[in-house]
């Protein structure tokens, strides 16, 4: 069956081409450094899917336009949030963009220049091949805005690169540089910035043009223990964090953070 092309034009803050049957996606808020506001979140709960019924690619492509990968949440959304009683993160779309993405079963190849923050740096550790720039670094700051790392990072991070290390940086949230990142396993390779984007095509390239039923299938088997331990933690996970945006401690951590100052947490 194919399936008739997704209409990537509707997306506003993710952009779409091909390259031969590669789809490059790009995340694109290069105002806010690719931060997720409200819109890139909706966005990125059904872009996998479309990814996935795109009759025209067998491999897929993440990046960030700009000088970022993606700056993690746009915190101006959360304090208009908590300040005016409006919506906020949704937990259902949390978890629509982590299964979506670990259900598509094209190969997905991350190209990370610059920072990876937050849920920046989920999407592009969940992905299956991580390529970085030398200027990249991953963080998964959830905790200095005063919530839980609940939107995948305590799914991936223990996976990658051990329980030890994955906690010391989600209850830390510092960042790792990429050539740290690739020596304790965040990432595969780390390249020069000017290198990065020819990188990634070329080995998503050498997967399109491989046996693409193997290589898919080969991926979904992979998959299956990341995908038993998603929907064991997910529900779990996102609903502390939830719990914790409603938390003095959050209003405090996005206020501070606006106002350029310290935080004064009160653990409350």
Not at 35 to 47: F, G, P, T, Y
Not at 229 to 258: C, G, P, W
Request: glycine share 8%; proline share 4%; with cysteine.
């Amino acid at each position: 069956m194919v399936h008739e092309a997704p209409d990537f034009s509707r997306y506003t803050r993710i952009k779409a081409r091909h390259e031969g049957r590669v789809l490059i996606l790009s995340l694109s808020n290069p105002k806010l450094m690719n931060a997720v506001d409200a819109q890139l979140h909706r966005e990125l709960s059904s872009i996998f899917l479309d990814a996935s019924d795109d009759p025209h690619s067998d491999v897929v492509i993440l990046t960030g336009e700009g000088p970022a990968f993606s700056a993690g949440g746009d915190l101006n959304w959360m304090k208009q949030a908590f300040e005016t009683g409006g919506k906020g993160p949704d937990a259902m779309e949390a978890k629509r963009i982590i299964f979506s993405l670990l259900d598509l079963e094209k190969p997905l190849i991350a190209a990370v220049r610059g920072p990876a923050v937050g849920l920046g740096a989920t999407i592009a550790l969940f992905c299956d091949v991580i390529f970085a720039s030398e200027t990249a670094k991953f963080a998964d700051p959830h905790v200095r805005a005063g919530i839980v790392a609940g939107d995948g990072g305590a799914i991936i991070w223990p996976q990658l690169c051990g329980y030890a290390k994955a906690k010391e940086f989600l209850m830390t949230g510092d960042p790792v540089p990429a050539k740290e990142a690739e020596r304790i396993g965040l990432v595969n390779h780390v390249v020069a910035d000017g290198e990065l984007d020819g990188a990634a095509l070329s080995f998503a390239q050498r997967l399109e043009k491989g046996a693409i039923q193997a290589i898919k299938y080969t991926k979904v088997s992979v998959n299956i223990g990341l995908k038993q331990l998603a929907h064991s933690i997910l529900d779990t996970s996102v609903a502390y964090e939830m719990n914790t945006f409603m938390t003095e401690d959050h209003r405090e951590a996005v206020n501070s953070f606006l106002e350029k100052r310290a935080p004064a947490f009160k653990g409350r």
